[in-house]
Nanobody
Framework: VQLQASGGGLVQTGGSLRLSCAAS????????MGWFRQAPGKEREFVAA????????DYADSVRGRFTISRDNAKNTMYLEMNSLKPEDTAVYYC????????????????WGQGTQVTVSS
């Protein structure tokens, strides 16, 4: 499975961004998907996850109510809509995939994208 994350950028506090993760190489609809992020000097942390059908989702407490994960199996693409962004959301965001659904730790995911930088200015 190959994953390509995109959509990062520089945004002011309170702004919004939409990240995308395009997948290829395996039936996308069979994969559980997730977003993680890693800030400088910190460990990679869970952001959100979505089941293969999109019917189940999970979020980190720090982003719940502000971020929305979704997927379009017809387009082999997953999304992360990020609203009310804060400086502490600044990180490299990674998309990940696995046959396991709704994993919340990095070891639970076999496939990873290259990451996209999100910077929130104060």
């Amino acid at each position: 499975v190959q994953l390509q994350a995109s959509g990062g950028g520089l945004v002011q506090t309170g702004g919004s961004l939409r990240l995308s993760c395009a997948a290829s190489g395996r039936t996308f609809s069979s994969l559980g998907m997730g977003w993680f992020r890693q800030a400088p000097g910190k460990e990679r942390e869970f952001v959100a996850a979505i089941s293969w059908s999109g019917g189940s989702t999970d979020y980190a407490d720090s982003v719940r109510g502000r971020f929305t994960i979704s997927r379009d199996n017809a387009k082999n693409t997953m999304y992360l809509e990020m609203n009310s962004l804060k400086p502490e959301d600044t990180a490299v965001y990674y998309c990940a995939a696995d046959l396991l659904a709704l994993g919340v730790t990095p070891p639970e995911y076999e496939y990873w994208g290259q990451g996209t930088q999100v910077t929130v200015s104060s």
